[in-house]
């Protein structure tokens, strides 16, 4: 038996059921769901991805448009855009990829989208929706994570300690927030920690979210515990490029019970549940099902 989670191929099954609940939507309210993707510059990995969420937008019958500004564009060009999106009733989802060139202040930008059309999950309001446990569209890299956590565990993590290696906004955070919702007892462990393998290796549920490559090993994982990889580090390895986790994965899956490998975990996840948010978002803009 594998302790490998596909995610692949749990974002592929959840892309088909969405595909049919997008149909009945798009059905009752006349019109279909539309998600608008903007790109600021020519970063390639955020070429990459964008293009992956405008395919598998349209593949489950989302309407998906995508803006381009150039590297050199100004936070006010960004801002007039978002507004431009916010005021369009036919655009029901919209996320502004990052990182967003220097001259531009994320904060600033995130801010600015509508909190109902914000299906990262990045605003404040939705942030802070997410911290009480109100209804709110939840940020898509940790919502993925907990379905392909359940997906290994069964759907009652509670009691479990959870450990979420990492801080950020986009990640560790939320992450963190989720899996307190899930009745986790939760420990977030950072660059400033104090020793932070062995709070690892009490882990029953270990996030790695800190785009360090292989940093974790076999001597931070307790046996049998459920680990979840969100780092994607290019690295160069015999003269080749090369994708990684934060997860030495060869020696990890001798000892976790449960592990996403990278490529091919939570990286299709994080796309299938921008989908989800954008038929969310769908539902109540337009007041149906
Ligand atoms: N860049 C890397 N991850 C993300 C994400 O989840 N959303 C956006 N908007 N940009 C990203």
């Given at each position: 038996m594998s302790n490998k989670i596909d995610g692949s191929a749990y974002a592929s099954n959840l892309r088909?059921?969405?595909?049919?609940d997008v149909a009945i939507a798009t059905e009752q309210a006349g019109k279909a769901p539309g998600l608008t993707v903007v790109l600021v510059g020519e970063d390639p990995a955020s070429q990459v991805y964008v293009r992956r969420k405008g395919e598998q937008a349209t593949e489950v019958g989302i309407i998906s448009n995508e803006h381009r500004l150039p590297e050199t564009a100004s936070q006010e060009e960004l801002l007039a855009l978002v507004e431009?999106?916010?005021?369009?009733?036919e655009v029901h989802g919209i996320l502004v990829q990052l990182p967003l060139p220097k001259q531009i202040d994320e904060k600033t930008v995130l801010t600015a989208i509508l909190p109902e059309k914000d299906v990262d999950g990045f605003h404040p309001v939705n942030v802070g929706r997410l911290s009480i446990g109100d209804e709110s569209l939840l940020p898509c890299t940790p919502h993925g994570s907990v379905h392909l956590i359940k997906s290994a565990l069964g759907d009652n993590l509670s009691g479990l300690n959870a450990v979420v290696v990492g801080r950020s906004n986009i990640v560790g955070k939320p992450m963190a927030a989720l899996l307190l919702q899930e009745s986790c007892t939760v420990t977030i462990v950072h660059s400033r920690t104090k020793n932070i393998e062995a709070i690892c290796a009490q882990a029953d549920i270990l996030v790695a979210a800190v785009g360090r490559p292989e940093m974790i090993n076999a001597d931070w994982i307790k046996p049998g515990a459920c680990v979840i990889d969100v780092g994607i580090n290019r690295i160069q390895r015999d003269g080749k490029n090369k994708l990684v986790g934060d997860v030495d994965y060869a020696s990890a899956f001798e000892k976790a019970g449960a592990i996403t490998p990278?490529?091919?975990?939570?990286?299709?996840?994080t796309i299938a549940m921008l989908l989800v948010n954008t038929l969310t978002?769908?539902?109540r803009l337009e007041k149906i099902g």
């Open positions: 088909k059921k969405l595909a049919v431009q999106l916010n005021n369009d009733p990278v490529p091919g975990g939570v990286g299709p996840m978002a769908f539902k």
